[in-house]
């Protein structure tokens, strides 16, 4: 596993806050506790007065950080978990009703803040405050099944309205690890991960993956999404949340990105910084690597995979 392709590219990126938590989730999830561990302590390193984790160049995000958390704690880093937790569950910017901003100095609602708090909150054994953050990001965001990006609570208004295709797989990914960490969620919560994983697959292209927008053809290719839903599918069919009919589906969105892993970067994904054009990103190398843990946990399989993904030879590479 150390030389596996992707995780190689992603331990050469740069990274923030939330790229490192999710690259620290797939770490964990692959048995790389003490690398996961190392993440971890330089996120407390990074850490804000305010609590947050791996603040970094006047970090704006007022979410993001919660993401580090679950390494954190795994770590046996406790002040630094505890002053994360106070700042997600009490100090953070929200809406009268609690629902999270995204941003410090904005009233946005965002569909990214599901996966960064969601899980934390399931790991910190606070399964209400969890169900409470999925509401209220489903009410303001949520329509049919797929989300949009950005909600104004200031004006009422969907800001960024179009059906991000990694917005809703930040939701169904955030609900698939939370019901992962606290199994007693499946009741509140799996259900609307399955509805978001059937409204994402609606739109599934010839290709096998999705637009960047889901229902605008014109958008452009995105692959992150289908590493996405083939993390969220192969999490539900392990833990019993989904029917194992979801294997073959899991499957084949992992198949369909297999050929854009060239020399371990994972290609035509929203591309750092800016996620607005096709690029690369360490969040798209960390869901490679999510779904490829959750494919073994869901299959029993060994090491290994769909090629160029888990080691094997690389598109463009050796």
């Avoid at 919660?66 to 002053?83: D, I, N, P």
């Avoid at 899980?119 to 099944?145: I, K, N, S, W, Y």
């Avoid at 192969?234 to 019993?240: E, H, K, L, Q, S």
């Amino acid at each position: 596993m150390p030389d596996h392709p992707v995780l190689l590219a992603l331990l050469a990126m740069q990274r923030q806050n939330w790229e490192q938590g999710v690259a620290s989730h797939a770490l964990l999830d692959l048995g790389l506790d003490a690398l996961a561990a190392r993440f971890a302590r330089d996120t407390a390193v990074h850490q804000g007065t305010d609590g947050r984790l791996g603040t970094i160049g006047g970090e704006q995000g007022a979410v993001n950080s919660g993401a580090c958390y679950e390494a954190v704690v795994r770590a046996g880093l406790s002040a630094a978990a505890e002053a994360q937790l106070a700042w997600i569950t009490t100090t953070a910017p929200r809406a009268a009703d609690g629902t999270l901003f995204h941003l410090i100095g904005s009233r946005e609602v965002w569909a990214d803040t599901v996966y960064m708090v969601v899980p934390m909150l399931a790991f910190a054994g606070l399964p209400d405050l969890a169900v409470r953050q999925v509401e209220g990001h489903r009410r303001r965001l949520c329509t049919g099944g797929l989300y949009a990006a950005r909600f104004d609570d200031a004006t009422g208004t969907l800001v960024a309205p179009e059906h991000w295709g990694t917005g809703s797989g930040w939701v169904a990914a955030g609900i698939a690890r939370a019901v992962r960490l606290d199994p007693a969620l499946a009741g509140p919560l799996a259900g609307h991960a399955r509805e978001v994983l059937d409204a994402c697959l609606a739109h599934r292209r010839a290709d096998g993956l999705f637009g960047n927008v889901l229902d605008d053809p014109a958008s452009f290719r995105e692959a992150n999404v289908a590493q996405m839903l083939a993390y969220t599918a192969f999490t539900g069919v392990a833990d019993g949340w989904l029917p194992r009919s979801y294997l073959d589906t899991a499957r084949s969105l992992r198949e369909a990105v297999e050929p854009l892993v060239v020399d371990g970067l994972v290609t035509s994904v929203c591309g750092a910084p800016a996620f607005d054009r096709p690029g690369t990103s360490a969040e798209a190398q960390a869901f490679c690597l999510l779904a490829e843990a959750a494919a073994r946990r869901a299959t029993g399989e060994a090491a290994g995979g769909a090629a160029g993904i888990a080691g094997g030879p690389v598109a463009g590479g050796a």
